[in-house]
């Protein structure tokens, strides 16, 4: 019963951390399964015409926030065919406190540093060129990040949930 399983994984955290865990993160297989799973569109059917989204499965999981990553990359060896894949786990489940207002002396299960190094200026390096081919102004926007983990006790991964 995923319900269960997200609640209860959430009174974990609560124990350890003194924080309900309110964003939850679901990579896409996980997602495709919920929103048609048994326990979730029986207890929703009676009450709402609406299929499954993230704000019924939040609050079906006592969460603020469901993401469903959707980022891709490819894969491939250079000059090789693009394979495609999710860079978040399709298979995984993350629950995690994350404050509102986040700061120094905060508890957070993890932070995003933008780091300033060489032509990165806090953690963003924007390149503009004209592509004449195109005929086109052309951006890019790279980010330069660090994800640290900061309390362990504040959020919980499962990988491989679902088949």
């Keep these: 019963d995923p319900i269960t399983d997200m609640v209860q994984l959430n009174g974990l955290i609560k124990k350890k951390s003194t924080k309900w865990a309110n964003v939850a993160v679901l990579g896409y297989d996980v997602w495709t399964t919920l ?6 569109t029986d207890r929703i059917k009676h009450t709402s015409s609406n299929s499954v989204r993230r704000e019924i499965l939040a609050s079906l999981f006592e969460v603020e926030k469901v993401i469903v990553p959707g980022l891709t990359e490819n894969t491939a060896e250079l000059g090789q065919s693009a394979t495609m894949a999710f860079i978040v786990g399709a ?10 207002n986040p700061g120094k ?8 540093y933008a780091v ?9 390096r924007v390149s503009k060129w004209y592509e004449q081919k195109k005929n086109s102004d ?10 640290k983990i900061t309390a362990t006790s504040a959020g919980a991964f499962i990988n491989d949930c679902v088949a």
């Design 105 to 112: 002396r905060t508890l957070s299960a993890a932070y995003v």
């Design 116 to 124: 300033s190094a060489g032509d990165y200026k806090s953690g963003v």
């Design 138 to 147: 052309m951006s890019q926007f790279d980010l330069y990040v660090d994800v």
């Design 35 to 40: 929103i048609n799973h048994a326990a979730i």
């Design 91 to 100: 298979k995984d489940v993350g629950l995690f406190y994350a404050p509102k």
